[in-house]
T-cell receptor
Framework: KQEVTQIPAALSVPEGENLVLNCSFT??????LQWFRQDPGKGLTSLLL?????REQTSGRLNASLDKSSGRSTLYIAASQPGDSATYLC??????????FGTGTRLTIIP | DTAVSQTPKYLVTQMGNDKSIKCEQN?????MYWYKQDSKKFLKIMFS???????INETVPNRFSPKSPDKAHLNLHINSLELGDSAVYFC?????????????FGPGTRLTVL
């Protein structure tokens, strides 16, 4: 069964610190992996997409890595800011035209 | 603005009613999706259409019927609403072969069944 897991479910970090969010998946035969951000009561904002042949993608203070062999991806956020507080969702396309989502990590940046 | 839009944003209705949610994308994409986010915030695919053809139909009660009049629209009609249908419904779109089918999401429709 193709599953995506995100641990921890919640994370609090002081402002300015660097942090890493984790995502693991059960099937290494993936097509791509997307990281999303969801603010309370809002939709999903796509942050980064890593295709299966890539090892990492960067956008500003965000860096996403992919290790298919171990079934893991990380989202690194540098110099965290209060505005980074949100739920971060990892979603995997296992090549079947749909995204399988993790349960998310709720991130709180403490000013 | 280029985006995925949904109407209505909020929908409150009684059990047993029939309701529809509309989705439109002006990104020129050929594939559209409906996802459901339950009370525990877990997101799960319901349907997917490519060029107006149904390509994914997860285990969804047949009270839910998607309709795609054209590539830019995918509506969701729900018959005989039940309490368990209360959730946030998200529409998304992607273009086959573009940026490895990156999906873009609408703002969601919060459905509350009383």
């Amino acid at each position: 069964k193709q599953e995506v897991t995100q641990i921890p479910a919640a994370l609090s970090v002081p402002e300015g610190e660097n942090l890493v969010l984790n995502c693991s998946f059960t099937d290494s035969a993936i097509y791509n992996l997307q990281w999303f951000r969801q603010d309370p009561g809002k939709g999903l904002t796509s942050l980064l997409l890593i295709q299966s042949s890539q090892r990492e993608q960067t956008s500003g203070r965000l860096n996403a890595s992919l290790d298919k062999s171990s079934g893991r991806s990380t989202l690194y956020i540098a110099a965290s800011q209060p505005g980074d507080s949100a739920t971060y969702l990892c979603a995997v396309n296992f090549g079947n035209e749909k995204l399988t989502f993790g349960t998310g990590t709720r991130l709180t940046i403490i000013p | 603005d280029t985006a995925v839009s949904q109407t209505p944003k909020y929908l409150v209705t009684q059990m047993g009613n029939d309701k529809s949610i509309k989705c439109e994308q002006n990104l020129g994409h050929d594939t559209m999706y409906w996802y459901k986010q339950d009370s525990k915030k877990f997101l799960k695919i319901m349907f997917s259409y490519n060029n107006k053809e149904l390509i994914i139909n997860e285990t969804v009660p047949n009270r839910f019927s998607p309709k795609s009049p054209d590539k830019a629209h995918l509506n969701l009609h729900i018959n005989s609403l039940e309490l368990g249908d209360s959730a946030v419904y998200f529409c998304a779109s992607s273009q086959t072969g573009l940026k490895f089918n990156e999906q873009f999401f609408g703002p969601g429709t919060r459905l509350t069944v009383l």
